[in-house]
């Protein structure tokens, strides 16, 4: 296969569905290796009989560093390469060698090394899960270092068989390139996992199929939905798996499996579904509890009173948040589980052809797979209107919420209201009795001033009670006044 060369940047384009046995289709375009010998000038002058042949000999060129080629059954696993590199290891622990601290960057002395806590927080903790259908006593080796001879005698006896599992949780960088060698693993693969590329998608490779499933965790503490991914790798004698966050996903698979493996054929596109199977039906109980809340607010939004209310609006807005969360981590799975789909269709298609083409040849015909493939789809098609249900659950819920919201909001409006008409009320009378008790006070502070006024020469009371008359008739009129025009 023809190297890319240094100057040619790579570019990352989208994959269009194919089976996993089907050629690789990430195309590149720089010409082929006998072309771009010469300088880059020169190439575009070459005539278009050679480039047309040179594209014809590599036309399914891609960006593989190296592209793998299986050559028979026994070339899908590169244990003397991981031997080689866990006996370096093993020299370089034994001989204390030291490395050089490199320079944290801003944001790191700012927010810290997300990696040194990754590793501090899984210290002590079995990080790699050796899993065995086939073998006999106990199928599931831990191990908390892959790097040493105990994961290299792990791996020997369970990837020697099929339906094996290995489940990796939070590789690091050395364990994640030992891997790549090992399992030939696309760099492009690697650095989805390494950097947690958290989109859902699904990925067809030479001898693997890529598979990225969203899960989540419920924090207890904080009541908060703490999404991972599951970066599923599907061999063809066994599964691949990685993760960042502790999950009780593959210990129900793995007790699963033993349970089922003596009436059915565990392959690792059945592992696959159901590992994606237990990870779906992790949204139930969650979904179900959205539906308690759904249902008590919707009842509740209407004839609660304004002292039991406090916490309504709260309710509503945690409940709305959480539909929201849900509904993002499902509706990237309908895609995920279409392209497995049409995947497992395209294989049992070609087994079909390739089973008429043994037929017409009289060759027995073996129909294992086409019923392994025929039994997966109709798995992944449950999978799929268990998610099609908890989707349109969720936006029915996420209404509810809305409406209730709206209910509420509309409720307070009206208490709001009431209360803007009772203060109006309240300052029209204090402004109608102001207005009274004006003229009152002008009359009195005339007569209270300290010079000569009228009714000061007479010294009986007579003047004083005419006035006081006059005051107590207008305050009388000025009231029956305001009870005719509702002012009082």
């Known amino acids: 296969m023809a190297h890319a060369s240094s100057s040619s940047p790579f570019r990352r384009t989208s994959l269009p569905f194919i089976s996993s046995n089907a050629p690789f289709s990430r195309h590149r375009t720089s010409p082929p290796s006998s072309i771009k010998s010469n300088s880059r000038a020169s190439s575009f002058f070459l005539p278009n009989t050679i480039q047309e042949e040179d594209m014809g000999e590599d036309v399914q060129a891609d960006v593989l560093f190296p592209r793998f080629q299986a050559k028979n059954e026994d070339d899908q696993l590169d244990f003397a390469a991981f031997g080689h590199m866990v006996d370096e290891h093993a020299r370089k622990q034994s001989a204390g060698t030291v490395r050089l601290s490199r320079t944290l960057s801003r944001h ?3 927010y810290g090394d997300p990696h040194k806590h990754v590793q501090a927080e899984f210290e002590g903790v079995a990080r790699y899960q050796v899993y065995s259908s086939r073998a006999v006593g106990t199928p599931v080796q831990s191990l908390e270092q892959l790097l040493n001879e105990k994961g290299k005698e792990a791996l020997e006896s369970v990837l020697s068989t099929t339906g094996w599992w290995v489940d990796a949780l939070c590789p690091t960088e050395e364990e994640m390139r030992v891997l790549s060698k090992t399992f030939h693993i696309h760099p492009l693969t690697t650095e989805d996992i390494l950097a947690q590329e958290p989109r859902e998608k699904v990925e067809p490779f030479p001898n693997y199929t890529f598979v990225c499933f969203r899960a989540f965790d419920i924090d207890p503490y904080s009541d908060q939905v703490l999404p991972y991914n599951f970066y599923i790798l599907i061999f063809k004698a066994g599964l691949l798996t990685f993760h960042f966050r502790q999950s009780v996903y593959p210990v129900r698979v793995r007790e699963r499996t033993e ?3 003596e009436f059915i054929d565990v392959t690792p596109d059945w592992m696959n579904y159901a590992l994606i199977d237990a990870v779906t039906d992790g949204f139930a109980p969650v979904i179900q509890q959205i539906e308690m809340e759904a249902v008590s607010i919707d009842e509740l939004s209407l004839v609660l009173r304004q002292s039991e209310r406090v916490d309504m609006l709260k309710r509503i807005s945690r409940c ?5 969360q849900l509904a993002r981590l499902l509706s990237s799975k309908l895609d995920v589980l279409k392209s497995l ?3 497992y269709e395209d294989r049992s298609r070609d087994t079909l052809m390739t089973d008429t083409d043994l037929a017409s040849a009289e060759i027995p015909i073996d129909s294992s797979n086409k019923r392994v493939f025929s039994d997966v789809l109709l798995y992944l098609g449950d999978i799929q209107d268990h998610v099609v249900t908890m989707v349109q659950n969720v936006n029915h819920y996420d209404r509810i919420f809305h409406r209730a919201h ?6 307070v409006n009206l208490e709001m209201n009431q209360v803007y008409a009772t203060t109006n009320m309240v300052m029209n009378r204090l402004t109608f009795l102001a207005t009274v008790f004006m003229p009152l006070t002008l009359v009195t502070g005339l007569w209270g001033m300290n010079v000569h006024v009228p009714g000061q020469d ?5 003047y004083f009670f005419w006035l006081l008359a006059g005051l107590v008739l207008y305050c009388i009129s000025c009231g029956y006044f305001g009870k005719k025009s509702d002012l009082l």
Not at 458 to 462: A, C, G, K, M, P
């Open 108 to 110: 790191s002395q700012l």
């Open 259 to 261: 349970q089922l493996k």
């Open 320 to 324: 709305r948040r959480r539909t929201t």
């Open 341 to 343: 789909m049409k995947r």
């Open 406 to 411: 709206t209910n509420y909001i509309a409720q």
């Open 458 to 462: 007479y010294l009986d009371l007579n």
